[in-house]
């Protein structure tokens, strides 16, 4: 009935809830040293299990074969079929010769067979099995996002700018804490496999066309308005075609009251841009640039004045902060960070103030002048433009590339004219990706450097971790209870449990050598039948012992009392 539990077991799962844990440092040892343990307790209890179930089977079977009235061959067969599985096989074919007892022998057969079942299936129906689970525990981080109180006095951005391009050519595990526009916290510690969730925080832009903008192009100064009572002058100089710079500026000064900052980053723009014609007058600033042609043999140059369009723009950034998923072995992000939908077409800037104070720093950082990218566009007569370093990055993440148009500038006499087409998805995802990266590389470097020194947090981690637990094999678990089941029915059959009589019992507790001298001397019909035999063959025995016998001793009403006596029927 032990399997018929096993089978229950199976059934719930119940077995799953015997687990044990290890490191890795021992996932070779355990689960072998406790596999083995398993198998052999499991095998020694179910030899022992069989062994005390096949003693009170063989002796009831045989205690009931006795009192019953059965021919001599066949109490010989089923006796000695019952000495084990060979002896039983041997029963049975002996009955294809002189049957006797076809059935009984026949059951003890099956019913050994089923012993033997038990103890093949006895070393593979339980065993330990390794499954990956899972624990939350919370381990230390180092934050990915700089808020406004991690800005102080030493922080100078603008030294970091030139440091930008080298974040593109970072492996992923150099640059944990960065993954495209989205800055996420990093774990202190790699010894935990598994996944945490961490704060990540995705920059994102907003930009729009400014209009309205006074340019001076004696002054090289262009007037644009912030609001509607509120302007500044920047630094307008000519720009060559197909260009990016990004423009320095000053927050409105208010000296009676404490002002808010200009949230974002400011830009001239040189391209082509895909605007409505009723929108273009309000936006374009027509800006000249002389352009020298020299004809064969004539010393003095040709100044032909070509136009260009520029546009002025502001790129709003926004920081947006959610959960995110990160590999605790390599810190990299898992999940995919939302980020919201971008611009498809150009439209008016909606101005705004910002109540914080990193969108100014980002801005102040990308207009520095002091990281030149060593480029300098010089016009007529006294036009010098010179991009920044920070403006050739994020020509470059916009597709625009700057040596080639100096190459063509300098070298091949490239006219003023403006070819690229930019669309303001792009601008916005160059200006957030620019703004995420300065903003890891001032955590990087920290205080000392010029960044900023970046804070602790807690990160809550779904640990992952191999442990053993107990498992039933199906198969053998099949095997065993089936042959439980058949042994059962076997033995209720073979004990006579349903039918067996409490009135007489067996003269003899066995068949053996012993028992047989007795018989012998006590039984005259059994002595005259085997005198007969000449030759004592086991086929002229068995033929021999075709009679039929019932060795019982009868219990009387004063025999149960306790006085008896004995006798024999034949």
């Known amino acids: 009935?032990?399997?018929?539990?096993?089978?229950?077991?199976?059934?719930?799962?119940?077995?799953?809830?015997?687990?044990?844990?290890?490191?890795?440092?021992?996932?070779?040892?355990?689960?072998?040293?406790?596999?083995?343990?398993?198998?052999?307790?499991?095998?020694?209890?179910?030899?022992i299990y069989t062994a005390v179930l096949l003693f009170l089977t063989q002796r009831l079977a045989i205690s009931r074969t006795l009192v019953r009235r059965?021919?001599?061959?066949?109490?010989?067969?089923?006796?000695?079929?019952?000495?084990?599985?060979?002896?039983?096989?041997?029963?049975?074919?002996?009955q294809t010769d002189i049957p006797a007892s076809w059935w009984t022998t026949s059951a003890v057969a099956a019913y050994l067979a089923g012993i033997t079942v038990l103890h093949v299936t006895s070393s593979t129906l339980l065993q330990f099995q390794t499954f990956n689970t899972s624990m939350t525990t919370s381990v230390p981080t180092t934050l990915?996002?700089?808020?406004?109180?991690?800005?102080?006095?030493?922080?100078?951005?603008?030294?970091?700018?030139?440091?930008?391009p080298i974040v593109n050519q970072l492996t992923g595990l150099v640059s944990a804490g960065l993954s495209n526009t989205t800055l996420y916290d990093t774990l202190k510690t790699n010894t935990i496999a598994g996944n945490a969730t961490v704060n990540a925080t995705t920059v994102t832009?907003?930009?729009?066309?400014?209009?309205?903008?006074?340019?001076?192009?004696?002054?090289?100064?262009?007037?644009?308005?912030?609001?509607?009572?509120a302007f500044n002058v920047?630094?307008?100089?000519?720009?060559?075609?197909?260009?990016?710079?990004?423009?320095?500026?000053m927050e409105y000064e208010d000296p009676y009251s404490k002002v808010r900052e200009l949230n974002g980053v400011y830009l001239m723009v040189s391209t082509l841009l895909d605007i409505e014609p009723s929108v273009q007058d309000q936006v374009a600033i027509n800006m000249t640039w002389p352009y020298a042609y020299y004809q064969i043999g004539d010393p003095t140059p040709t100044i032909i004045n070509y136009t260009i369009y520029v546009y002025f723009i502001q790129c709003s950034l926004l920081a947006n902060t959610t959960d995110g998923v990160v590999d605790m072995q390599t810190n990299s992000l898992l999940s995919p960070t939302s980020i919201s939908q971008p611009s498809t077409q150009w439209e008016i800037d909606q101005f705004g103030w910002s109540n914080t104070s990193w969108q100014?720093?980002?801005?102040?950082?990308?207009?520095?002048?002091?990281?030149?990218?060593?480029?300098?566009?010089?016009?007529?007569?006294?036009?010098?433009?010179?991009?920044?370093?920070?403006?050739?990055?994020?020509?470059?993440?916009?597709?625009?590339?700057?040596?080639?148009?100096?190459?063509?500038?300098?070298?091949?006499?490239?006219?003023?004219?403006s070819n690229f087409t930019l669309r303001p998805d792009e601008l916005e995802f160059a200006v957030a990706k620019a703004a995420a990266q300065l903003i890891w590389i001032a955590g990087q470097m920290g205080t000392p450097n010029g960044g900023i020194q970046p804070g602790n947090g807690t990160a809550y981690v779904n640990e992952q971790f191999i442990a053993l637990r107990l498992n039933i094999n199906l198969l053998p678990l099949a095997f065993a209870a089936s042959a439980s089941v058949i042994m059962l029915g076997l033995a209720l059959h073979m004990t006579r449990s349903f039918d067996a009589s409490h009135d007489s019992q067996?003269?003899?507790?066995?068949?053996g050598v012993l028992q047989l001298l007795w018989l012998g001397h006590r039984s005259v019909s059994i002595n005259e039948v085997l005198e007969d035999v000449q030759h004592p063959t086991e086929t002229n025995l068995r033929r021999a012992g075709m009679i039929d016998v019932c060795l019982t001793k009868t219990m009387s009403d004063e025999e149960k009392l306790g006085s008896s006596t004995d006798d024999l029927s034949w």
């Open 1 to 47: 009935m032990i399997h018929i539990v096993l089978v229950i077991f199976y059934v719930r799962h119940w077995e799953h809830h015997v687990t044990f844990s290890f490191t890795p440092t021992n996932n070779d040892f355990w689960p072998v040293v406790l596999s083995a343990s398993l198998q052999a307790f499991y095998t020694d209890l179910i030899q």
């Open 70 to 94: 059965l021919k001599l061959t066949a109490i010989h067969d089923i006796s000695g079929a019952w000495g084990g599985l060979g002896s039983a096989l041997s029963s049975v074919w002996q």
């Open 144 to 164: 990915g996002w700089l808020d406004d109180s991690s800005y102080s006095s030493s922080t100078n951005l603008g030294l970091i700018t030139p440091s930008l």
């Open 205 to 229: 832009s907003t930009c729009g066309l400014i209009p309205n903008v006074t340019y001076s192009a004696n002054t090289s100064t262009a007037i644009v308005p912030f609001g509607s009572n």
């Open 234 to 249: 920047l630094n307008a100089s000519n720009i060559w075609p197909d260009q990016i710079h990004v423009v320095p500026w």
């Open 360 to 417: 100014a720093q980002i801005g102040g950082a990308l207009a520095t002048p002091d990281s030149s990218s060593g480029f300098i566009f010089d016009g007529l007569p006294t036009q010098i433009i010179e991009p920044s370093a920070a403006d050739e990055y994020i020509m470059s993440l916009v597709g625009l590339n700057l040596t080639d148009e100096y190459t063509q500038f300098l070298y091949e006499g490239a006219r003023p004219i």
């Open 506 to 511: 067996a003269a003899i507790p066995d068949i």
